[in-house]
C-alpha cells in the first residue's frame, strides 16, 4: 500500500471530518433541521437520536421557526377571520366581497349581476382565488361547483341568494 495509500486514507478522513462538521453546523438551523427531518418523515424519536449523534440539544433545534430567538416578525399583520365562516381565513387584499354567477341564461345572469353590484359586491368572470360566494343555476358548471367546494366558498343557489341579498342572512 505504500505511502500513497496511506495518503489517500488521511485525506479521506479529513475530508469526512469536515463535511460531516459542515452538516453538524448546518443542522444547528431550526429551519434546515425541520426541512431535513420533514424530507425524511421522522419521528419524534427518530428527531431526538438524530440530535444525540449529533451533539445538538433537541428542544433548540426543534422550535418552531416563528418562536426561534433568530427568526423575522412578519411584516404583514394575520388576515382577518371571516365571521360567517370562522374556519375560512379572508385573504383577499381589500375588504370586497367576491361573488360568480355560473349555470344561467344571460338574461338572468345579467339581472343577477345588477343586483350584486347594487349591494357593492365585486363580481367575477370565474371561481378566483379570493371568490366569497358562487351562486349556480339549472346548467351550471360541475369543475366550477368543485373548485369552490374545495376553496371553502360560500354556495347558493338563485332563491338562496337573493335571500342573502335581502336579509344578509346565509339560508
Known amino acids: 500500500m505504500g505511502w500513497l495509500g496511506f495518503a489517500v486514507i488521511v485525506i479521506g478522513i479529513l475530508w469526512f471530518k469536515k ?17 431535513y427531518v420533514k424530507s425524511k418523515n421522522y419521528s419524534v424519536a427518530e428527531q431526538k437520536d438524530l440530535c444525540e449523534r449529533f451533539g445538538l440539544d433537541y428542544d433548540e433545534v426543534s422550535t ?48 343577477l349581476i345588477e343586483l350584486a353590484e347594487s349591494k357593492e ?28 367546494r374545495q376553496q371553502g366558498v360560500i354556495i347558493l343557489k338563485e332563491p338562496e341568494f337573493k335571500h342573502f341579498v335581502e336579509t344578509g342572512e346565509i339560508p
Open 19 to 35: 463535511t460531516s462538521s459542515k452538516a453538524k453546523n448546518a443542522m444547528k438551523d431550526p429551519a434546515v433541521f425541520k426541512q
Open 121 to 148: 359586491m365585486v363580481v367575477r368572470k370565474d371561481v378566483t382565488k379570493y371568490l366569497n360566494l358562487l351562486c349556480y343555476g339549472y346548467n351550471a358548471s360541475q369543475r366550477k361547483l368543485d373548485l369552490a
Open 64 to 111: 418552531p421557526i416563528s418562536n426561534h430567538p433568530e427568526a423575522k416578525k412578519p411584516t404583514e399583520p394575520t388576515p382577518p377571520i371571516n365571521k360567517t365562516f370562522p374556519n375560512r381565513v379572508k385573504h383577499h387584499p381589500s375588504n370586497t366581497f367576491d361573488v360568480h354567477f355560473t349555470g344561467f341564461k344571460k338574461t338572468e345572469k345579467a339581472i
